[in-house]
């Protein structure tokens, strides 16, 4: 069984790829599990050396992973290099991190006694990741569980099979067969896998979606990042290059990403300027220049179902400039809703798109109020040149990963997780490594004499 892929630039045909069922998921789950025992008996020196093999593998074949995923993703080049220099960064940090990894409480705890505490993998882990970082999102997930000693079975969007393919076959050199493998395949697919002899889900998605996954998960540990709608606090005191940041922050791969800024929100007295000066901003960000296209037909349609319903007074939409033979791609352009009631369907939803909402609160109180009034709490930031009222608002916003005149700053070194509905669990940073181990605490009584 096949499912046709689109190119999202054209609209067209540009291959297929299979559809895994019952028997492939059992298959790939089943190496996994044959792997397990010699993967996580290794020592975390040996762990390590492979992973490093692995980020080489990804670097000396960059080339081709840009070409996948922008083949996949409609992203142009100057994304889509970073990204893959950054997954094998990912991979790199990961290596190094599990040999560092702190151990709770050791020693003489309980007299007579001497106790300590082994971090052990989990087992196998699902990982099914999303269509808007195909490559990216797969090795947040993957490279701490397998750092950890687990081995993985993941699983790509429908749309975006082609960059996972190409790890997977690096990872069965570089790791050894079956220690991460990947199924291609639909939403019935994924069902499958998290359904399947895993010991843990990482899933990354829409909220509708990741509530389904902790169901069939049982009990079972689930990692969920459900996505976000950010809030922007501009304060009349923002830096003069915070609305070209904005613009260039929500049109970075087309706004599709759940860390994206979405919500403009300032104060009363600052709101035309704010409107005008983000239109002007947002007309320098040209769809098919600057950016890519939605992924997807079910996203270009859920993105206009947005729009459409928005009761904003002002929609101010910039230009597109789709290449030869590109119209009838999936392009939208950088747009600023403007005059719109608080809980239009732009504000209160994830729109996932080129798109920025402008809101305007009597006071800073009230700003904090309106940005922590949506159900998703990921990411968010502040613009002001008051480095003292700007690290108090970062900190009354309710998001797991906050910026101060910045936004979409990310590393390795800094964990990046939601609140509410946008999901639990921790990603980057060492502190992702214990979403995928356990500890298991040994006592052992002191014997003296015979």
């Not at 902790?214 to 809030?231: I, M």
């Not at 009597?362 to 940005?371: F, G, H, I, K, P």
């Not at 990963?401 to 939601?418: D, K, S, Y």
């Amino acid at each position: 069984m096949n499912t046709t892929l689109i190119d999202p630039r054209t609209g067209r045909d540009r291959g297929t790829a299979p559809v895994a069922r019952e028997s492939e998921v059992r298959s790939a789950v089943g190496a996994a599990r044959t792997a397990l025992p010699a993967w996580r008996g290794l020592t975390p020196k040996e762990r390590s050396r492979r992973l490093e093999r692995l980020a080489a593998l990804v670097e000396e074949h960059a080339d081709a992973y840009v070409a996948r995923e922008a083949a996949g993703t409609g992203k142009p080049a100057s994304e889509t290099t970073g990204e893959v220099a950054q997954v094998a960064d990912l991979f790199r940090f990961y290596a190094s991190a599990v040999r560092a990894q702190s151990v709770p409480a050791a020693g003489r705890l309980v007299d007579g006694h001497e106790s300590w505490v082994r971090w052990e993998p989990l087992g196998v882990v699902a990982v099914v990741v999303p269509w808007n970082y195909p490559l990216m999102m797969a090795a947040w997930r993957c490279a701490p569980a397998l750092a950890a000693g687990n081995t993985v079975v993941a699983k790509p969007a429908e749309t975006t099979p082609d960059t996972l393919e190409l790890l997977a076959e690096h990872a069965a050199e570089a790791l050894g067969p079956g220690v991460l493998t990947a199924v291609a395949g639909d939403r019935q697919t994924g069902r499958l896998l998290v359904e399947a002899d895993v010991d843990m889900v990482a899933f990354t998605g829409s909220a509708a979606a990741g509530a389904d996954v902790a169901a069939r998960a049982g009990g079972r540990r689930v990692s969920l990042e459900l996505g976000g709608n950010a809030p922007a606090l501009v304060l009349p005191d923002a830096p003069d290059d915070t609305w070209a940041q904005l613009a260039g922050a929500c049109t970075y791969n087309a706004g599709q990403s759940c860390a994206a800024p979405a919500r403009v929100i300032t104060l009363r007295e600052n709101y035309e300027e704010t409107v005008e000066r983000l239109a002007a901003a947002a007309r320098d960000c040209l769809a098919g220049r600057d950016f890519g296209p939605l992924n997807n037909p079910d996203q270009l349609a859920r993105y206009d179902g947005i729009v459409k319903s928005s009761a904003a007074g002002r929609n101010l939409a910039a230009d597109i400039a789709p290449g030869p033979g590109e119209d009838n791609g999936f392009w939208r352009p950088t747009r600023i809703l403007a005059d719109l009631p608080d809980d239009d369907p732009a504000v209160v939803e994830e729109v996932f798109g080129p798109l920025l909402t402008v809101q305007s609160a009597e006071n800073l109180d009230a700003a904090v109020t309106l940005a922590n009034g949506v159900l998703q709490a990921l990411a968010a930031s502040v613009w002001t040149r008051d480095l003292t009222t700007g690290l108090d608002l970062a900190g009354r916003l309710n998001a797991g990963e906050a910026w101060l005149n910045c936004h979409l700053v990310q590393t390795a070194e800094l964990p990046h997780g939601g609140r509410g509905a946008s999901g639990h669990g921790t990603d980057l940073s060492t502190l992702a490594l214990p979403e995928y181990q356990r500890p298991k605490t040994i006592t052992a009584r002191l014997v003296r004499g015979s």
